[in-house]
Every structure is written in structure tokens, then in C-alpha cells.
């Protein structure tokens, strides 16, 4: 396929091409792939500016995204593409190779950075996809690529959602661009410049408040190497219809749902420090009954109803299209599959099942949105989506909806959301429309539940 790139998109391949460290805060289905991939190319073959070029992505982009986008357009056949995946062996064998784009997953980031360190490391060009993935800067792969980050020429980091939990998740990744120039070389330091303490339990901080004025000082100063473009004011996108199917649990199951509310809730009130992990696995406790099943203490799971699956069999009969499943947990997965056994459901594990998809020929997909949630193209296979349970990411909430609501779309996409009422789904869904976030959602609702 010929490459004519958008007004947009020269500019932005522009901006890589000038900027030796640059963000691409692009949203969802603005090209970041094709545009990252064409200013690799040349900058190494007509500028001669460098020799390789190091992508870092998710595990399933890693394997599938970046090789296919390549395949897909004509400029860019000739690229020699390793994939640094597969066993340690596989992984030294692809790294140690000659290749222009080298791909590896995330979690092999602290590997290669030990396997590769200091002045012995091979790229003088890394793309980073998605740059948010870097947001945590405790997490070891950001500790990995500080190390690293000396030994870089140019640096391109890619993501749609940039500040996902708000503006505390810019640091680690401006970081990686800058090494600290522009919001200061250590998180204390920036905490201590834009943001004042929220809510808390003794020493220990959960929320950060920005200061007033605070967002556009950020912006400002990272203004010179991000570009920040939304979908919407340059794409036609289609129509995004949002369907909530309210589910009523029999009385014998709301009543079963309400002694594990007390009882977990109770267990939290005999605390002394209420943590954002204990109340995670509260919350997690009662999201799980409301899709119809809980863990044991043992490892099983025991099944408490089958309301969600009914009223997903209602929108599959009635859906006339393949319909794509986000679930939340493994017993969920293994409920999914059994219940939707004569349609032959499949599970999105490798670059078969999204080609498969993609051309028509599976009709129900299931898949965390955790693995599908980054870059990849899914939106030629169906335009229904389903989420049995709701996370309270709105970062993995929205990557998983962008992977069928995006460019090249052809239908109006239907999501739906399966709620049952009075009980903690319908916080979760009011958190993610209000933009609400991760954590500080969870705490918040937490804290409503506790007094209902």
C-alpha cells in the first residue's frame, strides 16, 4: 500500500526528524506506528543520522504490530525487522543480529539493558510504544532505561494516553525524553514544585493535588518536544454508541453479594491503614461476584450466578456481527469459554487469531484488556464490543474500546457494558465516563460503599 502521509503526519515525522528527544502524544488511530517507522527509515537510510533503531512495546505489538505495519506499507518493505522474543537464547541470538528495527516486549527491557550495558549498548535510536507504560517511576524497567538513557542518541516515545492517572504520571516519562530537564531530575522535586499532599493515612500519600495554574506551567515547559494531537480534529471516526445493559441479580444472589460487602467492608474497618492494595482486593472481591463467581481461599472459584453470561448470550443472538469480550478475570475466562462453547469462541493469544479476526472469521473473542489494549488493529473484524467486567482504568478502558473504534472503522461501534444494579459496577461505569481514575476512583468508591 502506498503511504500518503496526512498534513498531521509529515509534521509529526518532521518533529522525530528534528528533535533528538520527542513525545508523539497522538491519540488512538492517528498512525504513531507508520509515523515512528517512516522517520526511522530516514534517519537511517537518507540522513545517515544512525545504524539501529531499539522499538520497546507491548508483548502482543511487539509480536504482530510492528512487523505488520511495516509489511503493510510499500516505502517501508526494505526494513530488516528482529524480533527480540522467544526463549533467552532466541531473544541474545535476534539483539546480537543485523537488522534496522530491532522490537522488544517490556518486560525484557531489565534483560537487555544487563545483557547490553553502558557503552556496550547496540541502538542509538529507541521508540518507545507505549511511552505510558513508563509512568511509574519506581517500576524496574524505568530504573533500566534511566541507566541506559546516557547511551541514547534520539528518543521517541509513543502513547495516546500520556497522564492517564493525572499530571504525577508526566514525570518518569518526560524523564526518559529529557533526563530532567525540563520537570526536574527527581520526583520530589516535582511533586515539591506543582503539587500539594491529598488525601492520606499517616505517612503514606495516595493523591497528589495539583497546584492551582500548575497544568499549563507543565505543558509549557514540555511544550518544545511533544506533540500533542487528538483523534477527533483530524479524523472522521465513526459513530460510538455506549449501551449499558442494567442487570437486576435474583434476590438470593443480591443478598449473598451483600453479606460480602459487609463482611470484606468490616474486615477494612478493623484496620488501622486503609491502603490503596487492601482496598483493590476488596473492591476486586466484589467486582468478581457481580460477573458471577469468586476465588477461593484454595485457588478455586465458586459460582454464585449466571446473570452476565444470559445477557451476553441476548447481545451475541442479537448482534448479527462478531462481537469482541473484555473480561476481567481467569475464572471469567473459563466461564466464557465453557458457556459459549457451540460458537466456538476464541481467545486473542497470537497473530493467527487477529488475522483470523480481522477477516471475518471468528465470531466471539474474548481477551483481557490488559493484552489487547496497545496498538493493535482489530477494527476490520467486528464493531461490537462487550465488557463483561468494567476495570477501573480508564487507560486500559480506553486502548481496549480504540482497538475496533478507530480509523479504517467502517460501522458505528457499540459498546456495551454489563452493570448490575445497586452494586459496585455502577461506580466503576460512573467513574470511567466522568474520566475518573484508577486509584483515586477506587478510593472514592470504597469510601461510598463503606457507608451505604
Not at 541514547?152 to 492517564?164: A, E, K, M, S
Not at 456481527?321 to 466461564?335: I, K, T
Request: aromatic content about 8%.
Amino acid at each position: 500500500m502506498r503511504f500518503i502521509p496526512h498534513d498531521y503526519q509529515r509534521r509529526a515525522i518532521e518533529k522525530i526528524l528534528t528533535t533528538p528527544a520527542c513525545g508523539m502524544f497522538l491519540e488512538m488511530g492517528l498512525g504513531k506506528t507508520v509515523i515512528a517507522l517512516t522517520a526511522a527509515k530516514l534517519l537511517i537510510y537518507d540522513r545517515f543520522a544512525i545504524f539501529r533503531v531499539l522499538v520497546i512495546a507491548p508483548l502482543k505489538v511487539a509480536e504482530d504490530t510492528w512487523s505488520r505495519e511495516a509489511q503493510k506499507w510499500d516505502h517501508l518493505q526494505d526494513l530488516k525487522i528482529a524480533k527480540i522474543l522467544g526463549s533467552a537464547t532466541q531473544r541474545k541470538a535476534a539483539a546480537e543480529s543485523e537488522a534496522d528495527i530491532y522490537v522488544v516486549n517490556r518486560e525484557n527491557v531489565v534483560w537487555l539493558t544487563k545483557l547490553f550495558p553502558g557503552d556496550m549498548w547496540r541502538w542509538d535510536m529507541v521508540i518507545i510504544d507505549e511511552l505510558s507504560s513508563f509512568k511509574s517511576n519506581q517500576a524496574e524497567r524505568f530504573k533500566a532505561m534511566r541507566r541506559i538513557r546516557p547511551h541514547i542518541d534520539r528518543i521517541v516515545g509513543l502513547t495516546g494516553t500520556p497522564n492517564p492517572n493525572g499530571y504525577m504520571d508526566l514525570w518518569a516519562q518526560i524523564f526518559l525524553l529529557d533526563q530532567g530537564e525540563r520537570l526536574e531530575r527527581t520526583i520530589g522535586r516535582y511533586r515539591q514544585l506543582y503539587f500539594r499532599p491529598g488525601k492520606g493515612n499517616g505517612y503514606v500519600t495516595y493523591e497528589w493535588r495539583l497546584l492551582p495554574e500548575a497544568d499549563k506551567v507543565i505543558q509549557k515547559k514540555i511544550s518544545d518536544i511533544v506533540v500533542s494531537m487528538r483523534a477527533e480534529d483530524y479524523l472522521n471516526l465513526p459513530e460510538r454508541i455506549e449501551n449499558d445493559v442494567r442487570i437486576i441479580l435474583p434476590p438470593a444472589v443480591l443478598r449473598k453479594y451483600r453479606k460480602m460487602e459487609r463482611d470484606r467492608l468490616l474486615e477494612l474497618d478493623n484496620e488501622e491503614t486503609i491502603t490503596a492494595t487492601n482496598a483493590a482486593a476488596v473492591m476486586g472481591k466484589l467486582l468478581q461476584m457481580t460477573g458471577g463467581a469468586s476465588y477461593n481461599d484454595d485457588g478455586g472459584f465458586s459460582v454464585f450466578h449466571s446473570e452476565k453470561i444470559r445477557a451476553l448470550q441476548d447481545i451475541i443472538d442479537t448482534a448479527g456481527s462478531p462481537v469482541l469480550v473484555f473480561y476481567g478475570y481467569r475464572h471469567e475466562r473459563e466461564r466464557l469459554l465453557e458457556a459459549m462453547a457451540k460458537l466456538d469462541p476464541r481467545e486473542l493469544q497470537s497473530e493467527d487469531d487477529i488475522s483470523d479476526w480481522n477477516s471475518g472469521k471468528i465470531r466471539i473473542l474474548i481477551a483481557h484488556p490488559a493484552s489487547v489494549g496497545y496498538g493493535l488493529n482489530l477494527q476490520a473484524g467486528g464493531h461490537v464490543i462487550v465488557w463483561y467486567s468494567l476495570p477501573w482504568s480508564l487507560e486500559l478502558y480506553q486502548q481496549a474500546n480504540a482497538r475496533l473504534h478507530r480509523q479504517g472503522q467502517t460501522e458505528a461501534v457499540v459498546i456495551n457494558h454489563l452493570i448490575a444494579v445497586g452494586t459496585v459496577d455502577e461506580q466503576v461505569i460512573s467513574s470511567l465516563q466522568k474520566k475518573d481514575t484508577g486509584q483515586a476512583a477506587l478510593m472514592a468508591a470504597l469510601r461510598e460503599r463503606r457507608t451505604l
